[in-house]
Structures are given as C-alpha cells and as structure tokens.
C-alpha cells in the first residue's frame, strides 16, 4: 500500500488562520470530488472557523477521563475504519490523554496518530506553530520568555511532502487580537501585553519563514545532488569572502556583508584556504578577530586545505551554490607580479565561471588616495628601466645588424638605432635617451662606418650624419619628457581638485567632517600621522604621531595643525593652505554647534519656566485666595456665624491648604526629577500592599475600580512610596476620563522577569502623535477646567518609574481608551512553573492553535 501524503500548514503564532486555511482547503478539495473528512479540529469558540465545518463530515472523537476530567480526543480507530482520501487533523503537536486499556490505538502524541493515518495510505493536512518545533524551543523561550511544553520533532515535520506557511502581518495579528477574533475580551489586554507584543510577532514571523526557506534550501540542494547540477542556481544571494589573515580581512567582510544584504535572505560566508602541510603564512590573531567578525555580522567561517588556492576557493563557492565571490587586490608589486605570472585574483576570475567575482581594493594595495609628488616628469624607476634598456637592448640589436650586414648601405642600420633611442626615450626620458644616442652612435662608428673597428670617422659626411642622429635623438628625448612632465602636472591638478572638493564638502557636513579631513590630510600627503589641535585640546588624530619631526601650521587663532613625517614641498604647501582654511572653518562650525547645544537646555528652561509662571500663576493663586477669605471671614468679630457655617469656612481653608501643599509638593519634586537628585529606596515591595493603600487614599471602593491581577505575581523592586504616588496619578486621571458603567481596571502580570501594572480606561483615549507629549510638565492636552492641577500628574509618574529603573508608556486599550503601563523588575523570579491561572493570559498552548 502507497504511503499517504503529509500537508502541513506552518504558523508564526496563533491566531494566523492555519485552522481556516486548512478547513478552507478541505472544502475545496470535497469540491473537486475528493473524499475528506475531519478527524479532529479544535475551534477555541471562534465563529469563522466553526462556520467552515459546516459541509464537511467529521469524525466523532473518543472520550478519555483523565485526572477526574472528561476529555475527547482523536479516534485514531474511527478513522483507520472510515479509510477517507484526506482527514484533517489539527494541532499535530498536541499530547494525547492517556486512553484506557481496551486494545484500541492509543498514541502519547497526535503526530504519532497522523504517522498511522500515514501508514495506511490516508492523506493528512495539519497544522502547528513555529513555537512547537524541537529545536526552535530554546530560541522560542528567549524571544518569548515562555518555555513550550509540547514539542514535535524536526524529523516528523521535515518528511511532510508540503509545508506551506499561513502568514499573517505582527500588526495585523494584534488588531484581529483587540477585535476579540483569537480570545474572549477578559484575556485580551494581558495577550497583547505579553506574548503578543509586536516585538514577539515580528521574531516569531521572521523565524517561521526562516525556517521554511532552509527547508526549501535543502530540499533544493537535494535536487540538484539527485540530478548531477553543478551551475549555481541563484535562488537567493550566496557570498563567498576569500580571506588570507592579512589585515584587509575586515574591509572584504564588511562589502561582502553590504552585497549579501542587498537581497532579502542573502547569506554570507568566509572561507579561509590552508595549505596541506600548514606551513602557509597567515596571522592567528588576524584571523580570529575576522571569524568574530564574520560572526557579528550573521555569517558563518569555513577553513579548507587546498595546495591550489584558486581553485579550492572556486570547489568552495560551487559546493555553496555561492552566487558572489569577493577577493582582495593583491598585495604583491608590479615586478612582483611581472616576474611570477598572473595572481591568484586573474585565476580565480578565469575560473569563477558563472559566479560573480568582486576585487576589492583596500590599503595595503596601494589603494589609499594620495598626491603625486611634484618633482620631474618620469619617476627614478623609470629612468633606471631605461638605462638598463639601452645597456641590454644595443649589445642585441648590434648582434642582430652585424649577422645581417650586406655592406651596401648603413641606412637601414641608422633607423633601427634611432628607433631604440625612441624606445628608450619613451621609457626612461632624456637622459637615458642620450645615454642611448652617444652608445648607439659609438656602435654605428665602430662596426658600420669605414674603417670598420675603430672610433675614426675617414668622411666628413658620415660624421655630419652622426651629429644629425645624436641631435634628433636628444630632441626626441626631450618631447617625451615634457610630455610626461606635463601629464604628472595634470594628475596632480585632478588630484588636488578632487581633494579640494572633498574637504569642501566634508564641512558641509558638520563634526564629522574634521575627522575626514585630517584623514584625507595625512593620505594625500602621505604623511605617518595628522593630529588637529583646539586651544591645545587634540580634536581629531589619524595615524601616530612623531614629537621628533612635527611641523605646526596655525589653523585660525586656536586651532594648531600638527604633521608627522616627510618634509613638505613648496607645491604641498599651497595646496595645505586650502585644507586649513576648511578645517578652520570646520572648527566655527563645531564651536557654533556646540554653543546651539549649550542654548538648548536654556531656551528648555525657559520653556518650562514660562510654563510654569503661566500655571502657577492661577494655581496658586486660587488655593491662596480661598484660604485667605474663609480665615479673614472667620476673624472678623461683627459677623454672626452658625457653627456649621464656621465648619465649611474652616473646610474650606483647610482643603485650600492641601491643595497647595501638595502643588509645592509636586514642583519641588519636578524639579529634583529634572535635576537627577530624586531620592529612591528601592526593596522587594509586593503589589497587594501598594495597590490597596492607592486606593484608600483617592477613596475607592469595589464598585469604582476593577482588579484583574493574575496569580502568583512576584513583588518588583520599587520604592514603595513613590509607586504609590504613580499609581494614584494614574488612577486619578483613569477615573476622570473613565465613562459611567465602564470603572478603570488594575492589572498586574509578570512576563520575562518583569512585572507589569497596568491603569486601564475606556475613555476617548490619546492620538498616538501626542503620546509623547502627555509625560511633559505642565501639559494638559487642551483641559480648561479649574480642578485639573497643573499637568505634573503624569511627567511625575514617569519620572518615579525610571527613577525606580522601570518605564512608563502609553499604550491603546482594545476597543477605545487608554492603558498606561508600568513596569517594573521583579524582585525575584520563581522557579517554579506559574500557575496555570497566571499562564493561560499570557501563554497559547497548543489547544488554542487557529
């Protein structure tokens, strides 16, 4: 009998739409005549996915008494029996109940259900989330801080014939969340709040389709082993970086990281080729600092043995599927690379193939941009070439002109030596030319002019001839020289262009232009060390400075430029004239912006003491004049006052006081917050005795607020006082915007050893581009009324969260209104596992897949 065929559909997180997807495509499928039925699926009362049951036959579930609770689970019999084409079966991860001892099928695991569907020749379409995967559990409980109890090997799931991944955007997720899609309403704020958050979903998602493309990976290159492929395929951008353990070893990682990056999925890896016997130059410690590179930048470090290097790089990159190969110049010289033959770059480009190959420069290739010196037109290298030409190429071609000698004529004789001393002029300039010209005019006198074998010239006319050659020769020499003289003169007027308007445009950019240009100062002078100097403060240094052969040039009236190395020209000079005025305008320029800085804090100030003055004003002024006229009404003898009249003016003037107390309380405190001085005890502090003592003191009852505090929830490390103080601030603005029949809520869960308390309201909530806005003093988003105080509430309540290492933030309460959530660290983290009334909030399991 044919084995049935696995379809799995793959999820981030619950509530994606994996039991949809799979009731969706059943349908279908009945459609197209197939036989299906549903061997178990579990709806967690959500509507939608109950609604696509109806037309599908399923197969009634056993019942199981487990621990004194009736349960139901799969029937694996009455689906053996039923034979279908297709059964579906949801939460392929999920543990079985035990069953009883009857001799029925009876599995520890589903997916050990599905194998014997499998067995049987029935296909099966299932489902499972990203979390329930073995190997994926640990990197699953650092992103969620929640460890999964219920596993399904990596081996089951990869022998599926199909994985296909239901997906669904992190936000869009939360808002089918707040809308009560995947949870009753009660669960929702503590779901969103701790496994749902955005950070979580985006991980999850990410992971999944991780997953899902090395799956694919592997599948792939399976295929291409099966049918004898060796061309690369590009499904995604593979980069392979050649290293060496020199120091350019960075510089490739880092393009190779920004090629592989360019593409979504893109991989990068290091390859480091070693000889057979390890005898092969290379730097440990180089290379170990790039393998941790390499590891930074999410790639993976490979090491080969290899006697051929080109071709150990180019087997690597196949057996890769590399689609990019990035080499380094070499860093032999020219003669060097004359004298041994192409490099290993020009072998691995010929033998690359398909694959892309990228030579990178980098600094010790000679890379770095730098000015070229003024001085003559063709460099001391170059003249010595040619003299060794003349020395080597007249003995030759004298050889060549003797052994063809006819005796008719010298003409042709003349012309081959004037064409070497053209040659040699081109290569060595003038000097060597006339060196040229004096050697191959002695020759042509010696061996081709009568009488043969001595310097004596017999006709006046030979010796006319001879002077004609050696003059044109010198003239020749001489227009090449110029014309290199001038070529150099041109490259360095491009070079100094392209420095000038670089150091130009490095102003522009602000501070960090001064660290360009001192870079660029020493590169292009080809100095060992630059260091700038403000009012003998170093500003900005590149390479290593010499206190031994340092010149100082004055940049503006502060700033000193100090260089270390050779001597400057007469030439370099004019042009460093330019770069010090950019880099004194560099320094104005940093001057300036840090005076802005200094001004920012101060026009801040202003602010809040405008602010301030503004508030203050009517605010305490208001209390004053209330106290002041119930206490001037009491003292003043010729008035007949009732004893209750004298308790509400003794009310009065009491409340008057409090509410200024408490307002000089607030804007001391303010003030210590913004001055870093807030004093701050920090202990274990448990919720249940900060929460009531809140309550009390804005005179709360049951009927005013609602608590939704889960089980087991550790104390945080607080400063009891001060969470107090949050904590009624935040209440006090809940119940004001809290609309009637709908009380504020208090919430309290712990996720990832941090503690959270939550002030909810179901109020008109805050525009989320002045969510900011409400932690700043003195704000009060547009509130006129006189009882509303000054808009400290909130910027003290954050103040004291981060002044007890905690945050608050502003968050949407699902369904209108806002939750301002605190949180804290715990102060200890139980090791034992949470209660499961504390953990079905928070944590999915596998019955409550979607």
């Given at each position: 009998m044919a084995r049935g065929h696995l379809r799995v559909m793959l999820g981030a997180a619950p509530g994606v739409g994996k039991t949809y997807a799979m009731l969706e495509e059943g349908k279908r499928l009945k459609a197209l005549g197939k036989d299906v039925v549903v061997a178990v699926v579990e709806t967690h009362g959500r509507a939608a996915t109950a609604s696509m049951l109806e037309g599908l036959e399923v197969v009634p579930r056993r019942s199981v008494e487990h621990r004194g609770v009736e349960l139901t689970e799969l029937d694996l019999d009455a689906v053996l029996a039923r034979a279908p084409q297709l059964a579906l079966v949801d939460e392929l991860a999920h543990t079985n109940a035990p069953g009883p001892d009857d001799g029925s099928h009876s599995n520890a695991k589903r997916w050990e259900d599905v194998d014997a569907m499998l067995a049987a020749g029935i296909d099966v379409m299932s489902t499972v989330n990203i979390q329930h995967i073995e190997s994926l559990n640990d990197v699953v409980e650092q992103i969620t801080g929640v460890q999964q109890q219920e596993t399904i090997p990596d081996a089951v799931l990869r022998r599926a014939d199909q994985i296909e991944v239901v997906d669904l955007a992190p936000q869009a997720l939360r808002d089918r969340l707040a809308e009560g899609v995947v949870y009753p309403a009660a669960r929702v704020d503590a779901a969103l709040s701790n496994y749902f958050r955005l950070g979580n979903l985006t991980a999850l998602r990410e992971l999944a389709l991780l997953w899902l493309a090395d799956e694919v990976d592997s599948a792939l290159q399976q295929y291409r082993a099966e049918h004898g492929i060796a061309g690369k395929w590009e499904a995604r951008e593979r980069v392979v970086v050649a290293l060496t353990g020199g120091p350019e070893g960075e510089t490739l990682l880092r393009r190779g990281a920004r090629i592989a990056a360019r593409s979504a999925g893109g991989e990068l890896l290091a390859v480091h080729v070693t000889s057979q016997d390890g005898l092969r130059e290379a730097n440990p410690g180089a290379l170990a600092s790039q393998r941790a590179l390499v590891e930074q930048l999410g790639g993976s470090y490979h090491q080969v043995v290899g006697s051929d290097i080109p071709q150990a790089l180019v087997e690597f990159a196949r057996g890769e599927n590399a689609t990019q190969l990035v080499i380094g110049v070499s860093r032999r010289s020219r003669l060097a690379a004359l004298l041994t033959g192409p490099g290993i770059g020009a072998t691995v480009v010929r033998e690359s193939g398909d694959i892309d190959v990228h030579i990178v420069t980098h600094s010790r290739a000679g890379g770095r941009f730098s000015l070229p010196r003024p001085r003559g037109g063709l460099t001391a290298r170059r003249q010595v070439y040619g003299f060794l030409l003349a020395l080597i190429g007249g003995p030759l071609l004298t050889l060549v002109l003797v052994s063809m000698r006819s005796g008719e004529s010298m003409t042709a004789d003349v012309l081959s030596y004037q064409?070497?001393?053209?040659?040699?002029?081109?290569?060595?300039?003038?000097?060597?030319?006339?060196?040229?010209?004096?050697?191959?005019?002695?020759?042509?006198?010696?061996?081709?002019?009568?009488?043969?074998?001595?310097?004596?010239?017999?006709?006046?006319?030979?010796?006319?001839?001879?002077?004609?050659?050696?003059?044109?020769?010198?003239?020749?020499?001489?227009?090449?020289?110029?014309?290199?003289?001038?070529?150099?003169?041109?490259?360095?007027?491009?070079?100094?262009?392209?420095?000038?308007?670089?150091?130009?445009?490095?102003?522009?950019?602000?501070?960090?232009?001064?660290?360009?240009?001192?870079?660029?100062?020493?590169?292009?002078?080809?100095?060992?060390?630059?260091?700038?100097?403000?009012?003998?403060?170093?500003?900005?240094?590149?390479?290593?400075?010499?206190?031994?052969?340092?010149?100082?040039?004055?940049?503006?009236?502060?700033?000193?430029?100090?260089?270390?190395?050779?001597?400057?020209?007469?030439?370099?000079?004019?042009?460093?004239?330019?770069?010090?005025?950019?880099?004194?305008?560099?320094?104005?320029?940093?001057?300036?912006?840090?005076?802005?800085?200094?001004?920012?804090?101060?026009?801040?100030?202003?602010?809040?003491?405008?602010?301030?003055?503004?508030?203050?004003?009517?605010?305490?002024?208001?209390?004053?004049?209330?106290?002041?006229?119930?206490?001037?009404?009491?003292?003043?003898?010729?008035?007949?006052?009732?004893?209750?009249?004298?308790?509400?003016?003794?009310?009065?003037?009491?409340?008057?006081?409090?509410?200024?107390?408490?307002?000089?309380?607030?804007?001391?405190?303010?003030?210590?917050?913004?001055?870093?001085?807030?004093?701050?005890?920090?202990?274990?502090?448990?919720?249940?005795?900060?929460?009531?003592?809140?309550?009390?003191?804005?005179?709360?009852?049951?009927a005013k607020v609602e608590l939704d505090l889960a089980e087991s929830v550790p104390p945080v490390l607080a400063d009891a006082v001060l969470l107090q103080r949050v904590l009624v601030n935040l209440l006090g603005n809940a119940l004001r915007f809290s609309p009637d029949g709908r009380p504020p809520i208090i919430g309290a869960s712990e996720f990832g050893g941090t503690v959270q308390l939550r002030v909810v309201d179901h109020g008109p909530g805050i525009p989320g581009e002045r969510r900011e806005a409400v932690f700043l003093p003195f704000q009060r988003l547009g509130d006129t009324d006189n009882d509303t105080g000054i808009g400290l509430g909130l910027a003290l309540s954050k103040g004291f969260a981060e002044g007890m290492g905690g945050t608050l933030e502003a968050e949407d309460t699902p369904g209108g209104g806002l939750t301002m959530v605190v949180s804290l660290p715990a102060a200890t983290t139980p090791a034992t596992t949470p209660h499961p009334a504390a953990t079905t909030t928070a944590t999915p399991s596998t019955e409550e897949t979607s």
């Amino acid at each position: 009998m044919a084995r049935g065929h696995l379809r799995v559909m793959l999820g981030a997180a619950p509530g994606v739409g994996k039991t949809y997807a799979m009731l969706e495509e059943g349908k279908r499928l009945k459609a197209l005549g197939k036989d299906v039925v549903v061997a178990v699926v579990e709806t967690h009362g959500r509507a939608a996915t109950a609604s696509m049951l109806e037309g599908l036959e399923v197969v009634p579930r056993r019942s199981v008494e487990h621990r004194g609770v009736e349960l139901t689970e799969l029937d694996l019999d009455a689906v053996l029996a039923r034979a279908p084409q297709l059964a579906l079966v949801d939460e392929l991860a999920h543990t079985n109940a035990p069953g009883p001892d009857d001799g029925s099928h009876s599995n520890a695991k589903r997916w050990e259900d599905v194998d014997a569907m499998l067995a049987a020749g029935i296909d099966v379409m299932s489902t499972v989330n990203i979390q329930h995967i073995e190997s994926l559990n640990d990197v699953v409980e650092q992103i969620t801080g929640v460890q999964q109890q219920e596993t399904i090997p990596d081996a089951v799931l990869r022998r599926a014939d199909q994985i296909e991944v239901v997906d669904l955007a992190p936000q869009a997720l939360r808002d089918r969340l707040a809308e009560g899609v995947v949870y009753p309403a009660a669960r929702v704020d503590a779901a969103l709040s701790n496994y749902f958050r955005l950070g979580n979903l985006t991980a999850l998602r990410e992971l999944a389709l991780l997953w899902l493309a090395d799956e694919v990976d592997s599948a792939l290159q399976q295929y291409r082993a099966e049918h004898g492929i060796a061309g690369k395929w590009e499904a995604r951008e593979r980069v392979v970086v050649a290293l060496t353990g020199g120091p350019e070893g960075e510089t490739l990682l880092r393009r190779g990281a920004r090629i592989a990056a360019r593409s979504a999925g893109g991989e990068l890896l290091a390859v480091h080729v070693t000889s057979q016997d390890g005898l092969r130059e290379a730097n440990p410690g180089a290379l170990a600092s790039q393998r941790a590179l390499v590891e930074q930048l999410g790639g993976s470090y490979h090491q080969v043995v290899g006697s051929d290097i080109p071709q150990a790089l180019v087997e690597f990159a196949r057996g890769e599927n590399a689609t990019q190969l990035v080499i380094g110049v070499s860093r032999r010289s020219r003669l060097a690379a004359l004298l041994t033959g192409p490099g290993i770059g020009a072998t691995v480009v010929r033998e690359s193939g398909d694959i892309d190959v990228h030579i990178v420069t980098h600094s010790r290739a000679g890379g770095r941009f730098s000015l070229p010196r003024p001085r003559g037109g063709l460099t001391a290298r170059r003249q010595v070439y040619g003299f060794l030409l003349a020395l080597i190429g007249g003995p030759l071609l004298t050889l060549v002109l003797v052994s063809m000698r006819s005796g008719e004529s010298m003409t042709a004789d003349v012309l081959s030596y004037q064409l070497l001393v053209v040659v040699v002029a081109l290569v060595g300039g003038i000097w060597p030319a006339l060196f040229a010209a004096l050697l191959s005019g002695l020759t042509l006198d010696y061996f081709f002019v009568a009488p043969l074998y001595t310097i004596t010239i017999a006709e006046p006319l030979h010796l006319l001839a001879l002077i004609l050659y050696m003059v044109i020769a010198a003239l020749v020499s001489l227009v090449v020289d110029q014309a290199a003289r001038r070529t150099r003169a041109a490259q360095r007027a491009a070079a100094e262009a392209e420095l000038l308007a670089t150091v130009a445009g490095g102003v522009i950019r602000g501070e960090d232009a001064l660290q360009a240009l001192v870079t660029r100062t020493r590169e292009a002078f080809s100095l060992t060390g630059v260091r700038l100097l403000d009012g003998g403060e170093v500003v900005s240094t590149d390479g290593e400075s010499d206190s031994e052969h340092t010149q100082r040039i004055a940049v503006g009236d502060r700033g000193t430029l100090e260089l270390s190395g050779r001597d400057l020209e007469a030439a370099d000079r004019r042009l460093l004239a330019a770069i010090v005025a950019q880099l004194d305008a560099a320094l104005e320029h940093r001057e300036l912006a840090a005076t802005a800085s200094e001004l920012g804090p101060l026009a801040e100030a202003d602010r809040v003491r405008s602010a301030l003055l503004a508030a203050v004003g009517h605010d305490l002024r208001r209390p004053l004049a209330a106290a002041t006229a119930a206490v001037t009404t009491l003292r003043q003898r010729d008035l007949a006052l009732s004893d209750g009249d004298r308790e509400a003016l003794l009310e009065t003037a009491e409340d008057s006081l409090d509410g200024l107390a408490t307002l000089v309380t607030n804007l001391l405190d303010v003030s210590r917050v913004q001055a870093g001085v807030l004093g701050v005890s920090l202990a274990p502090t448990e919720l249940e005795d900060v929460i009531p003592a809140a309550l009390e003191e804005l005179g709360l009852g049951p009927a005013k607020v609602e608590l939704d505090l889960a089980e087991s929830v550790p104390p945080v490390l607080a400063d009891a006082v001060l969470l107090q103080r949050v904590l009624v601030n935040l209440l006090g603005n809940a119940l004001r915007f809290s609309p009637d029949g709908r009380p504020p809520i208090i919430g309290a869960s712990e996720f990832g050893g941090t503690v959270q308390l939550r002030v909810v309201d179901h109020g008109p909530g805050i525009p989320g581009e002045r969510r900011e806005a409400v932690f700043l003093p003195f704000q009060r988003l547009g509130d006129t009324d006189n009882d509303t105080g000054i808009g400290l509430g909130l910027a003290l309540s954050k103040g004291f969260a981060e002044g007890m290492g905690g945050t608050l933030e502003a968050e949407d309460t699902p369904g209108g209104g806002l939750t301002m959530v605190v949180s804290l660290p715990a102060a200890t983290t139980p090791a034992t596992t949470p209660h499961p009334a504390a953990t079905t909030t928070a944590t999915p399991s596998t019955e409550e897949t979607s």
